[in-house]
């Protein structure tokens, strides 16, 4: 079987060369396109030089229709409103989707799962492992501990340069802590704390976001009770492994029916 070919859109970014990095290092795949925004003073360059590889014969252009068609499957970890638009040509030709964009709005994850009755689609807040497995925990976790006893708080801090907030992995840990809870997060959602809030109402899931400095990514979920505290955590050292979760993510899909999945589909959770 030959090789997934694969495309990376913002692939003159951080994430963008860590996915070139990650595809090249792994048996089975290979980059075959790489696409950045029009005007971008990376366009023409070879990608693999860009990435710190050397050169692997792809350059980067502007056009990612003509990339999608001749693809197997495309990379984005790019923007909400650009990661819809690649959505929608993902869906035209007919390849396997892999998005690790966050931030996205209601109406633009339904134009997302639009996408994906033609698309083969994995769309996650976080692409590793270990996250993955923590939102499992924390959901047992939540079902096991009522909210008459504990109370779910997520403590969340990345790097000064992150946009969205809170992160999409903290919004992952807080739909599992819900799903446990058998709630909807938008309905029991605390986001902000500021003068005379009251007391902490039951049932509540809290989010407190920091930022500063180089932090690739520090989640943690807080069960409080009288007493006594559960603090399940998880600590992303390096961004290759969220990269080197998409492309797993990727070879996973590639075959599958068209679909909207989850990195627990990928992983079998």
Not at 10 to 20: D, F, H, S
Not at 31 to 52: N, Y
Not at 196 to 214: C, E, K, W
Request: aromatic fraction near 4%.
């Amino acid at each position: 079987m030959s090789d997934m070919g694969l495309v990376v859109v913002g692939a003159a970014g951080r994430m963008g060369q860590t996915l070139v990095r990650a595809i090249h290092a792994t048996p089975g795949a290979r980059v075959i396109g790489a696409v950045e925004r029009q005007g971008s003073p990376h366009l023409a360059k070879d990608v693999g030089e860009l990435a710190g590889i050397g050169s692997i014969g792809v350059t980067i252009g502007d056009d990612p229709l003509s990339a999608f068609a001749r693809a197997d499957g495309v990379i984005d970890f790019t923007a909400p409103a650009p990661t819809v638009e690649f959505a929608g040509y993902a869906a035209q030709a007919r390849i396997v989707h892999v998005i690790g964009t966050t931030g996205c709005t209601p109406e633009q994850d339904a134009a997302i799962a639009a996408a994906a009755r033609h698309a083969t689609i994995v769309k996650s807040g976080n692409m590793s492992l270990g996250v993955n497995l923590l939102a499992v925990l924390v959901e047992q976790a939540a079902r096991a501990l009522g909210p008459e006893e504990f109370d779910i708080e997520i403590l969340e801090m990345h790097h000064k340069h992150k946009v969205d907030a809170p992160s999409g992995t903290a919004l992952l840990l807080g739909n599992a802590a819900a799903e446990g809870r058998g709630i909807a997060l938008e309905d029991h959602s605390v986001r902000v704390r500021d003068g005379h809030t009251g007391v902490r109402p039951d049932g509540a899931i809290g989010f407190a976001t920091l930022r500063g400095g180089s932090v690739v990514g520090d989640h943690s979920v807080i069960l409080a009770g009288a007493g006594e505290r559960i603090v399940l955590s998880h600590h992303a050292e390096d961004r290759g492994l969220f990269a080197r979760g998409a492309v797993k993510a990727a070879l996973w899909a590639h075959g599958k029916k068209p679909g909207l999945y989850t990195m627990r589909d990928v992983l079998g959770l």
